[in-house]
């Protein structure tokens, strides 16, 4: 992950692809529906963000957003750009000036230009924030590493 973040550093953030939980039509709210995304930052193959097997560990690694499908009776999970009122679409068009891992890999803190995002994988659901959740340790800054 630390490897990943490190080439990040002072890059604009373009787009973002989320896969979202769709059931009959209607997009799955909150962060328990997400399932992984991917941020394009500029001259950077995407940077795939999901949980592990475990679903208590984030994964960081480049890798291309995948196509929307269906599951049936289950659903769909559908591959898009967020909501605008969904906090990953406030950071597209924003410089990475820095980034730490939070707790063992359960995390990541990305600090923007203008504001911070926390990522963190808990139970399986990812936790999305504009601040670093309480009672998890904030690595060092990997900007001044």
């Known amino acids: 992950m630390r490897e990943i973040l490190v080439q990040l550093l002072g890059r604009t953030l373009l787009t973002v692809a989320e896969a979202r939980h769709w059931r009959d039509g209607v997009r799955g709210e909150g962060d328990e529906a997400l399932i992984e995304f991917w941020l394009h930052f500029d001259g950077m193959p995407a940077v795939h963000v999901c949980g592990d097997d475990s679903g208590s560990r984030l994964l960081v690694t480049f890798d291309e957003p995948y196509a929307s499908y269906d599951m049936g009776q289950y659903g769909e999970f559908r591959v898009e750009s967020p909501e605008p009122a969904d906090l990953l679409s406030h950071f597209a068009g924003h410089r ?25 994988e808990r139970d399986d659901d990812f936790v999305l924030s504009g ?15």
């Open 96 to 120: 990475l000036v820095d980034a730490a891992i939070l707790g063992d890999s359960v995390g990541l803190l990305l600090r923007f230009d203008h504001g911070d995002l926390a990522v963190v």
């Open 131 to 145: 601040v670093a959740p309480v009672g998890l340790t904030i690595g060092s800054w990997l900007a001044l590493a």
